[in-house]
């Protein structure tokens, strides 16, 4: 009776393209408790699909796509792609794991096994500048300013790498951003909260600032960051001063541009004295935001040990990559 409730699904599915669960229920006569498990059953076949957010639900077949030739990735692999690949569909859908990877090499005319097993020898060229679980960009720092203000200076992941395109916590993040989603920084926080309390413990932090966003977004990743952190830590007062037209950073192709727009528009407010300070960014493009608030925190407190950037991400090269988020 299931696979024949199943098949019904599909097969009207296919007759009038995409419908809401309110009309599959009427058409099945059946409940909607029996209808979301059936059709949960299908979704994770890949046999059928959905696209938008309630209370607009709509669910429709796939477009049947040519087979891929027949493949055999091997478990490594497989785990490998299952726990580091992150594909979102032009309607929006999030594939996560092989599924999406399949997805992906199917849109683009790729083989699978070939391509999974550059994809592993890809990402393993960009995991050789993870020490200890992070990246450091101090070097890129002192290359970019004549006068650095943070001691150290590191991110999670990088945004994006070659071929590939943004690696599964650079997608976590923009999307994060661009929909404002409070279930996407969930995730994007479970994926990022470990490593944080490891350098809150590492270098004795005693105050953390988060740094400012400049577009006023209804949900502020930021915002919703340091809530869902948690951490028992004094919070530094970092304000971003609102102007008739906010410029955000990424607009800004000139290094002058974007160390005069954080200069003139980052205001550190907290005094006394810490310990060491860990200061909190969503991405790094030049650092500019990022020093110039540590030269800030060194005018106006008592820092004895030292002033960290920790960002969600951040470029391989150049300042100027990062211009989405």
Not at 41 to 48: A, E, P, S, Y
Not at 231 to 250: A, D, N, W
Not at 253 to 262: G, H
């Amino acid at each position: 009776m299931k696979t024949d409730t199943r098949e019904r699904i599909i097969t009207i599915l296919t007759e009038k393209g995409r419908i809401t669960a309110k009309e599959l229920v009427n058409l099945l006569n059946i409940s909607r408790q029996g209808l979301f498990l059936q059709i949960a059953k299908l979704m994770r076949t890949g046999q059928i699909a959905k696209v938008g957010k309630p209370p607009r639900v709509y669910y429709y077949v796939p477009e049947t796509k040519e087979a891929h030739q027949e493949f055999v990735l091997d478990k490594r692999t497989i785990d490998f792609v299952n726990e580091r690949y992150l594909y979102v569909t032009p309607l929006g859908e999030k594939l996560e794991g092989l599924r999406g990877f399949e997805e992906w090499c199917s849109r683009t005319n790729q083989q699978v096994v070939k391509t999974a097993n550059e994809y592993v020898l890809t990402q393993r060229k960009y995991d050789k500048w993870l020490k200890g679980g992070t990246i450091s960009g101090m070097d890129k720092l002192r290359k970019t300013f004549p006068k650095v203000y943070l001691d150290e200076l590191y991110y999670l992941g990088f945004y994006s790498i070659e071929r590939f395109g943004k690696t599964k916590l650079g997608q976590l993040l923009l999307y994060a951003k661009q929909n404002q989603s409070r279930e996407i920084i969930r995730e994007l926080i479970v994926n990022t909260r470990d490593r944080v309390v490891h350098f809150i413990k590492k270098y004795n932090i005693t105050g953390v600032g988060f740094i400012p966003p400049t577009v006023r977004r209804e949900v502020q990743l930021m915002k919703e960051l340091e809530s869902d952190l948690g951490l028992s830590l004094p919070t530094l007062k970092i304000y971003k001063i609102r102007s008739e037209l906010m410029v955000p950073q990424k607009t800004l192709s000139s290094l002058v541009d974007r160390v005069e727009n954080a200069a003139k528009t980052i205001i550190v407010e907290s005094h006394g004295e810490q310990d060491s300070v860990l200061l909190i960014d969503d991405a790094v493009g030049s650092g500019a935001t990022l020093n110039e608030t540590a030269r800030q925190i060194r005018d106006k407190m008592r820092v004895k040990g030292k002033i960290i950037g920790l960002a969600i991400v951040g470029s391989y090269k150049g300042y100027d990559v990062i211009s989405e988020v």
